[in-house]
């Protein structure tokens, strides 16, 4: 587990205690279902939920000699029931359950658990996104392809597509934990050959699970796949906006920026610096929970009906992937909600160019004049090239050539520099992304 990125309310879920915890629910679940039916006295199924209860040391303890966890758990259990006077109830304890039943029915307690917080953090980087799209909806910006100057976009625009992906890693995840929320208690391999089906919807009912309709000795690994899958988006989301950040941070670029504090330093030995640090663990921490979704997917082919070759590997994957998932949303939100945004520097890099950004207006007005395209994209490349190189004025090339001027008036020619025109459809976006 990794221990330094873990916010208490995760760490709380993945500790020992309350995954005992969800396992001795399973089994509290499943005594009074089976007591409703008449399987197990109605007197033990009440004595177990008053009185059963463990400690973890004593639960490690015991596993250090049986070597098996639940094994060790269900006898620490029976040892407080001993305690407490009620040993002869202790023997309906785990009654007619395999060690999955309990473990995967339990491991999806957890995982909505943690989905909970995770949708909760999503929701969070969603509505700061949203706040600052529409601080930012008209402040220019070029935009930029292949890491060149493109066209005019506002930095609106780039927030406003940040949380439209949001959006729908909160559809993803909110949908995977749906699709996570089940529970099984058909025996060794799903054949319900000790309890019946009837008992097993009883016991997800009692525990807000649905009933898998059909298992092997476990709950099908594609639902958990699906689930880190999921995660795996939402900090790809972290990633993508903590590189944009980076980007625009780079000395040359500034125009926007992480936040710095007051007394923070960059470095150890250039005291000027002001690095983006809090993005680039965000970048890093973001392939950690990539990477997981690979063993997540090596997880869906088991032996037959089970072997345990999952279930180390879940034990690590599963808490890293949303206490990762948990930290990393954390993180991007602060960042978003204290980026330091520079207007006048976007616009100033925007102009450095000297119009040579409204390139694709000219062609397009040059063919609707009657200009052949492909003529029209060797004169305004003519003129592009040469201010590229020269860092010369492209506008006023454009403007002042005879050809140009002969098809296109000098009004229409102004219009083709225009950022009113060539960002006259934001508010139609941000309308589609953000409603009326």
């Not at 790809?236 to 000395?251: F, G, N, P, S």
């Not at 330091?340 to 062609?363: H, K």
């Not at 003129?383 to 001027?405: C, K, L, Q, T, Y």
């Amino acid at each position: 587990m990794i221990a330094r990125y873990t916010r208490p309310e995760m760490g709380n879920i993945w500790s020992d205690r309350n995954k005992f915890q969800q396992w001795l629910e399973v089994e509290l679940a499943a005594s009074e279902a089976l007591a409703e039916l008449g399987v197990v006295p109605a007197e033990a199924a009440r004595l177990l939920r008053a009185h059963a209860g463990f400690e973890v040391a004593r639960i490690l303890e015991i596993e250090r000699e049986v070597k098996h966890d639940v094994i060790a758990f269900t006898t620490a259990v029976a040892e407080t029931m001993a305690a407490a006077g009620f040993a002869e109830a202790s023997r309906w304890l785990h009654y007619g359950l395999t060690s999955n039943d309990v473990v995967d029915t339990a491991q999806a307690l957890l995982m909505q658990q943690a989905a909970a917080i995770v949708i909760r953090d999503l929701e969070a980087l969603r509505a700061v996104l949203k706040r600052r799209a529409l601080e930012f909806q008209h402040t220019v910006q070029i935009g930029r392809t292949h890491g060149v100057h493109a066209e005019p976009i506002t930095f609106g625009l780039k927030l406003a597509i940040w949380y439209q992906e949001s959006e729908r890693n909160l559809v993803r995840l909110r949908a995977a934990a749906e699709d996570v929320r089940v529970g099984k208690t058909s025996g060794a391999v799903g054949t319900f050959a000790h309890i019946g089906p009837e008992v097993e919807e009883r016991i997800c009912a009692r525990l807000n699970l649905k009933p898998a309709p059909v298992a092997s000795q476990v709950i099908q690994r594609d639902r958990h796949a699906n689930f880190v899958c999921a995660l795996a988006l939402a900090a790809a989301l972290c990633e993508k906006i903590a590189l944009e950040v980076r980007h625009l941070q780079r000395t040359e670029v500034r125009e926007a920026e992480e936040y710095f504090a007051r007394g923070q330093k960059g470095s150890s030995a250039m005291p000027h610096k002001r690095n983006p640090i809090t993005c680039e663990q965000i970048c890093g921490l973001a392939r950690v929970v990539r990477a997981n979704v690979q063993p997540a997917f090596e997880d869906v082919a088991l032996w037959h009906e089970r072997d345990i070759s999952h279930s180390s590997v879940e034990r690590v994957i599963l808490p890293d992937s949303t206490i990762l998932a948990d930290y990393l949303l954390e993180k991007t939100t602060k960042l978003v909600d204290q980026l330091l945004v520079y207007p006048e520097r976007m616009r100033r890099n925007l102009e450095m160019t000297r119009g040579l950004v409204f390139s694709g207006q000219v062609l397009l007005d040059l063919a609707a004049a009657g200009m052949l395209r492909e003529q029209a994209y060797r004169l305004v490349q003519s003129h592009a090239m040469r201010a590229w190189e020269e860092e010369g004025d492209f506008r006023a090339a454009i403007e002042n050539d005879p050809e140009i001027r002969a098809l296109v008036p000098p009004e229409k020619i102004a219009e083709a520099f225009s950022l009113d025109r060539q960002l006259r459809n934001v508010d139609a976006i941000f309308a589609r992304v953000f409603g009326k």
